[in-house]
């Protein structure tokens, strides 16, 4: 059997945390646990391979993120707006800067945004050590509300071997919510073991969104399941932290969770689109 024999799912999917990582990237010694829990090599993948993976994942658009922390930048922008260059249908640019230095990270998500397109701005909390509710956020969230995009983050503990104390969604993420009402917040990574605490928020706020990266679907949280199953199919999106977790893997199991076709369609592509104003 050749590769023209072989029957891919359908691209319905929208895959709001990947990245497309370079050497630098790899090399970090923080990604030792992920790598090895994940069998993973540390080499960088090439951009034909983050399309294999997503196309075997049914994922027709993935939005790539930029990574910059206190050592300095790890994927920069350039780098996400090349490979969105390279396959536009394909990828979305999402920006980061340096949280130390207001002015620069503030000009830097304009330049992203109103000259490139991207759609909206990581910072990871337990990478710089600083829960989202730090002054240094601030000038961040007020652009990001300025400009219509979603700010997104990390909730949860974390796989490197790193504090998780910053991915406790409350009280940071309240106090955000509290003093942003109109910033839209995307928290990645489910925000275990704070289940509960995730989806009072989403209660709270309307404009809190949480995304299931680096979990397949047969491993999310029941309490978590069971809010997909209603209250909060409107709420959640699909991510798989790529290349740490290959999208396939994070669908495993999603027919299981008891999802009807509506549920199911807006976790895999229609709350991206909308949330994150897709075409």
């Known amino acids: 059997m ?46 034909e391979q983050t399309l294999a993976a997503m196309d075997a994942g049914g994922v027709g658009t993935a939005l790539l993120s930029g990574w910059h922390g206190p050592t300095g930048v790890l994927i920069s922008n350039d ?6 260059a390279a396959a536009p249908d394909r990828f979305c640019g999402v920006c980061s800067v340096d949280v130390r ?5 503030v000009r830097e998500i304009r330049h992203r945004v109103e000259e490139q397109g991207f759609v909206a701005v990581r910072v990871v909390p337990w990478l710089w050590d600083l829960p989202p509710d730090d002054r240094r956020y601030y000038p961040v969230y007020v652009a990001c509300v300025e400009l219509g995009v979603p ?20 009280p940071y993420l309240d106090r955000v919510l509290l003093d942003f009402p109109e910033l839209v917040v995307v928290g990645g990574h489910v925000g275990y073991p ?27 949280p029941p309490p978590f399941v069971e809010w997909m199953r209603g209250r909060g199919r409107r709420r959640v999106l699909f991510g798989s932290n790529w290349p740490m977790i290959a999208p396939v893997r994070c669908r495993e199991g999603l027919g299981e969770l008891g999802l009807d076709d509506e549920a199911t369609e807006l976790f895999l592509s229609s709350n991206a689109r909308r949330i994150f104003r897709l075409p």
């Open 79 to 84: 780098e996400v707006a090349a490979c969105v």
């Open 151 to 170: 700010f997104c983050t990390q909730i949860g503990h974390t796989g490197p071997l790193c504090p998780s104390e910053p991915g406790r969604p409350i």
């Open 101 to 105: 230095d207001p002015v620069a990270a």
């Open 194 to 220: 704070w289940v509960d605490e995730v989806i009072s928020l989403a209660t709270k706020y309307p404009n809190f969104h949480v995304d299931t990266s680096a979990y397949t679907a047969h491993r999310l």
């Open 2 to 47: 050749n590769s023209s024999d072989v029957k891919l799912p359908p691209r319905d999917a929208i895959d709001v945390w990947a990245q497309q990582p370079n050497e630098r990237f790899m090399a970090q010694p923080w990604l030792e646990t992920l790598l090895r829990w994940g069998g993973l090599p540390r080499e960088a993948p090439r951009l």
